[in-house]
Nanobody
Framework: VQLQASGGGLVQAGGSLRLSCTAS????????VEWHRQAPGKRREMVAT?????KTNYADSVKGRFTILREDYTAYLQMNDLEPEDTAVYYC??????????????WGQGTQVTVSS
């Protein structure tokens, strides 16, 4: 099982980035996918989640600016109107009810997003 996160980079405040999380080795459509981020010196926080049925939820800090999407084996995080406070390493996470019962919770390797002011 592998989750491959990509799409990070350096962008000016007000700009946009689109992160991708591509899965292999799992029936991706059956999994909930979350994007998390961790800024230096801060705890990792959940940013957005999309269920197997495509129900979405967002952290208050990104509502109206970020959109989580999914297709067959890839989930996306479209980030618009970026702010310096969005600077962090972004991680994707995938799990299902069964995978959690089996003790599995999958994480991608992280992709750096840096927003300059």
């Amino acid at each position: 099982v592998q989750l491959q996160a990509s799409g990070g980079g350096l962008v000016q405040a007000g700009g946009s980035l689109r992160l991708s999380c591509t899965a292999s080795g799992i029936t991706f459509g059956s999994y909930t996918v979350e994007w998390h981020r961790q800024a230096p010196g801060k705890r990792r926080e959940m940013v957005a989640t999309i269920s197997a049925g495509s129900k979405t939820n967002y952290a208050d800090s990104v509502k109206g600016r970020f959109t989580i999407l999914r297709e067959d084996y890839t989930a996306y995080l479209q980030m618009n109107d970026l702010e310096p406070e969005d600077t962090a390493v972004y991680y994707c996470n995938a799990f299902s009810r069964q995978s959690l019962l089996d003790g599995y919770d999958y994480w991608g390797q992280g992709t750096q997003v840096t927003v300059s002011s």
